[in-house]
């Protein structure tokens, strides 16, 4: 029952009718069923380990603030679920190569274990529903209120990654408006179109550029990249769209995910508009904690980096999309070094102003674009197409 697919429409419209048509109090309890079915049509018997988790990340805030060792104990229970799932291969692989570089013959059993649907995402709601409990900033509530945010499907998949707190309240305030069912079903349309049309489209330059990496050319490779640039946008934000028209349609707001990335004028505001949610979330519960900005500027780079690498890791269980992420950090550290220093400047004339942001904003959509390589290819193919693409001598 992806977004994109007819079920979704038959599951959605019956599912926004009963949830306007409870008592308020009972919203929860539809958003939780409804939930339960979307992702158990998919994930099967993976719902019961979410469930689990769920109940469990619920009860042991109940006394985080007083027994502070109890927030350390879920947050390790709930990153070692995704860890054992998500990247238990990466690490046991990883482990063999570096036995192999020293002599030593290692060869692992790599298990074929099956991703949960959505365990990143849930993931990431959970870390923030712990340390925002432990903060004291998420108001007292029952666990069907945690249940609905975390079942709420329409963002289960897709994202934008939810607060608690913001979401709590629109459950029981939501009213069934015009503007509302107007607004959602022509943001749910935007993203099809987004979706079928231009990213689908596109797959058809992109699909085979990592297995066909060896024989393609230089120029080839620049034209694969690019539409692939413009593909995983109209990908992520398609999807987003339709959850955010989705969340509507219940009269529930959720983050805006993607803000004209494209056409930012640095990396710094690239990232503000890029995947919104994540960016946030990587900002306050990573970055921060690290020691955020607000300290001497090598300090701050690192930062930067180790918080830039764990948003590459979040999005793929290996070594490209680590590389990916340590990338923009240093993207990142690149343009705050730049505006600490005295290249930095602010053209008089307003042609002259103009032309400096055409001109950064195409380097930006270029920096950005040149990524997407570490992305989508793993180390392999990249030490195959970076020689091509850059010294085709």
Not at 103 to 111: E, K, M, Q, T
Not at 313 to 333: C, E, P, R, T
Request: glycine share 8%; proline share 5%.
């Amino acid at each position: 029952m992806i977004f994109n697919e007819i079920w979704y429409a038959l599951f959605l419209i019956p599912a926004v009718i009963v949830f306007h048509l409870v008592p308020v109090r009972w919203r929860p309890w539809v958003l939780v069923l409804a939930g339960t079915a979307f992702y158990g049509y998919y994930a099967r018997v993976f719902l019961v380990l979410i469930a689990v988790e769920i109940v469990f990340v619920w009860l042991l805030t109940r006394e985080i603030q007083q027994q502070k060792w109890m927030f350390g104990f879920a947050l390790a229970i709930t990153l070692g679920a995704l860890g054992y799932f998500k990247y238990r291969n990466m690490l046991v692989l990883t482990g063999a190569g570096l036995a192999d570089l020293l002599g030593w013959h290692y060869s692992p059993a790599v298990s074929q274990l099956v991703l949960p649907l959505a365990i990143s995402f849930f993931t990431f709601e959970f870390v923030h529903y712990l340390v925002d409990c432990r903060k004291g900033t998420i108001p007292p509530h029952h666990l069907v209120d945690f249940l609905a945010f975390a079942m709420f499907f329409p963002t289960m998949v897709a994202g934008p990654i939810k607060r608690f707190q913001d979401f709590h309240p629109r459950v029981a305030g939501a009213r069934l408006n015009a503007g509302d069912l107007s607004g959602g079903f022509s943001r749910i349309l935007v993203g099809l179109l987004r979706k079928i049309v231009i990213a689908d489209t596109l797959d058809f330059w992109t699909r085979n550029m990592v297995g066909e990496v060896h024989i393609m050319t230089g120029p080839t490779l620049w034209l694969a990249i690019f539409a692939y640039s413009l593909k995983i946008y109209m990908d992520f934000a398609g999807y987003s769209d339709i959850a955010i028209g989705s969340a509507r349609l219940f009269g529930i707001k959720v983050p805006e995910n993607f803000l004209q990335p494209y056409f930012k004028r640095n990396i710094a505001e690239f990232w503000k508009a890029w995947h919104v949610s994540l960016y946030k979330w990587i900002v306050d519960y990573v970055f921060i904690p690290l020691g955020g900005s607000r300290c001497s500027t090598r300090r701050a780079i690192f930062n930067t980096l180790v918080a830039m690498s764990a948003s590459g890791l979040w999005h793929g269980a290996a070594w490209n999309f680590v590389i990916w992420g340590f990338y923009h950090g240093l993207l990142l550290s690149g343009y705050r070094v730049f505006r600490q220093s005295k290249l930095a400047f602010v053209p008089k004339s307003r042609a002259g102003r103009l032309a400096a942001g055409a001109a950064s904003t195409a380097l930006t959509f270029f920096l950005v674009t040149v990524g997407w390589l570490f992305f989508v290819m793993p180390v392999e193919a990249l030490a195959v197409a970076i020689p091509k693409m850059f010294w085709p001598w």
